[in-house]
T-cell receptor
Framework: DVKVTQSSRYLVKRTGEKVFLECVQD?????MFWYRQDPGLGLRLIYFSYDVKMKEKGDIPEGYSVSREKKERFSLILESASTNQTSMYLCASSLSEGRKTEAFFGQGTRLTVV | AQKITQTQPGMFVQEKEAVTLDCTYDTSDPSYGLFWYKQPSSGEMIFLIYQGSYDQQNATEGRYSLNFQKARKSANLVISASQLGDSAMYFCALPQGGFQKLVFGTGTRLLVSP
């Protein structure tokens, strides 16, 4: 069974902390994504990676960075957490080829910054 | 830029009835695809169905089908014979640029009552 696994389901962090959200996929997918989900806004793309060490900004990259040192792992980093980063974070992966290729998602991390 | 519009924040349906969830889109790509995902309360996004813009027939997957009207730029999801387990958020999504980046609508929350 294919899997995308996020390291935490729930996290509570303090303002100013450096926060790491980890995502691992076991499908040998080239593409990996971090989305943020907020009520009434749907999912918005923060960053994505199409290969090891390759990354590109999505629609809302401010306040975030990412790391992809190995193909199976994609980390989202909040350099200095702020309350407006309280949200649901979803990691996804997909193959690089094929228009019909669906993305597979992790279970999500609900982050609260206090 | 690609845009997805889901105008129904919430929908109610009785068990065993059919329901249609609306999705309209805007894209300048001559060839594109549309995805529908389901998000139960557990948080994970589950791929349901895909429609290619040049597919000859509307997509079907079990109880899910797409009412795809290219000229109207709509791709409505039809769920037949609703079940209690269909209660969830439903998102329509459109690839943007390369690498299977997705643009999502704001979602529709479906509640199925006994």
């Amino acid at each position: 069974d294919v899997k995308v696994t996020q390291s935490s389901r729930y996290l509570v962090k303090r303002t100013g902390e450096k926060v790491f959200l980890e995502c691992v996929q076991d499908m040998d997918h080239e593409n990996m994504f971090w989305y943020r989900q907020d009520p009434g806004l749907g999912l918005r793309l923060i960053y994505f990676s199409y290969d090891v060490k390759m990354k590109e900004k999505g629609d809302i990259p401010e306040g975030y960075s990412v790391s992809r040192e190995k193909k199976e792992r994609f980390s989202l980093i909040l350099e200095s957490a702020s309350t407006n980063q309280t949200s649901m974070y979803l990691c996804a992966s997909s193959l690089s080829e094929g228009r019909k290729t669906e993305a597979f998602f992790g279970q999500g991390t609900r982050l609260t910054v206090v | 830029a690609q845009k997805i519009t889901q105008t129904q924040p919430g929908m109610f349906v009785q068990e065993k009835e059919a329901v249609t969830l609306d999705c309209t889109y805007d894209t300048s790509d001559p060839s594109y695809g549309l995805f529908w995902y389901k998000q139960p309360s557990s948080g994970e996004m589950i791929f349901l169905i895909y429609q290619g813009s040049y597919d000859q027939q509307n997509a079907t997957e079990g109880r899910y089908s797409l009412n795809f009207q290219k000229a109207r730029k709509s791709a409505n999801l039809v769920i037949s014979a609703s079940q209690l387990g269909d209660s969830a958020m439903y998102f329509c999504a459109l690839p943007q640029g390369g690498f299977q980046k997705l643009v999502f609508g704001t979602g529709t929350r479906l509640l199925v009552s006994p």
